[in-house]
């Protein structure tokens, strides 16, 4: 069974740092290309970062480059995202998301989620 | 990297069919036929339910479909049940990126 499990969310100060895990099980990690998606109190879905399966190419919403730093770890079968500089508007749960196929177009769909973790940004 | 346009809020009784609509752009929805749709119930992480416009993972009843003209790609919910109300979200393939919609509340009078 795919699990993916986030970590490391909490309270922060506007201008502060914090760094989500995702611990990933149940496939084969290296070989699946990764995504974070937040979803703010009360709002939509916003796509943050994809990395693919060898870390070679990453994207970022332009919401979030700049101030954000999204790894992986295929020795851990873990996802990182690295955030920087945050404001209150970053202020959300954050999903970690697997892409739906291992070779291929990525961003077909994103077909496992975590449950999220909770970031707030606040004085 | 604007978000795609849905509906806010689409509504039916038990047994029928609604539709949600997602616009974009030539840039994403109409440039790509990666259109997936997500259904969110309070709560709960989103479930991918259509992915490449019209298909659905495994599990997922075919009550719900997916289409798309030019800019605009399409969610039909058949049949609707209790279970259905929930939030929808499409997504679309940007190249570089990828957009989600705002999401669209389907309430079962």
């Known amino acids: 069974e795919v699990q993916l499990v986030e970590s490391g969310g909490g309270l922060v100060q506007p201008g502060g740092s914090l760094r989500l895990s995702c611990a990933a099980s149940?496939?084969?990690?290296?070989?699946?290309?990764m995504n974070w998606v937040r979803q703010a109190p009360g709002k939509g879905l916003e796509w943050v970062s994809y990395?693919?399966?060898?870390?070679?190419?990453?994207y970022y919403a332009d919401s979030v480059k700049g101030r954000f730093t999204i790894s992986r770890d295929s020795a851990k079968n873990s996802l990182y995202l690295q955030m920087n500089s945050l404001r209150v508007e970053d202020t959300a749960v954050y999903y970690c998301?697997?892409?739906?196929?291992?070779?291929?177009?990525?961003?077909?769909?994103?077909?496992?989620w975590g449950q999220g973790t909770l970031v707030t940004v606040s004085s | 990297q604007s978000a795609l346009t849905q509906p806010r809020s689409v509504s039916g009784s038990p047994g029928q069919s609604v539709t949600i609509s997602c616009t974009g752009t030539?840039?994403?929805?109409?440039?790509?036929?990666?259109v997936s749709w997500y259904q969110q119930h309070p709560g709960k992480a989103p479930k991918l339910i259509i992915y490449?416009?019209?298909d659905r993972p495994s599990g997922v009843p075919d009550r719900f479909s997916g289409s798309k003209s030019g800019n605009t790609a399409s969610l039909t919910i058949s049949g609707l049940q209790a279970e259905d109300e929930a939030d929808y979200y499409c997504?679309?393939?940007?190249?570089?990126?990828?957009?989600f919609g705002a999401g669209t509340k389907v309430t079962v009078l």
């Open positions: 998301a697997r892409d739906l196929g291992r070779i291929g177009v990525s961003g077909r769909g994103f077909l496992h």
């Open positions: 149940g496939f084969t990690f290296s070989s699946y290309r």
């Open positions: 990395i693919s399966s060898s870390s070679s190419t990453i």
């Open positions: 030539s840039n994403d929805v109409g440039g790509f036929d990666y």
């Open positions: 490449d416009v019209s």
């Open positions: 997504c679309s393939y940007a190249g570089t990126y990828r957009v």
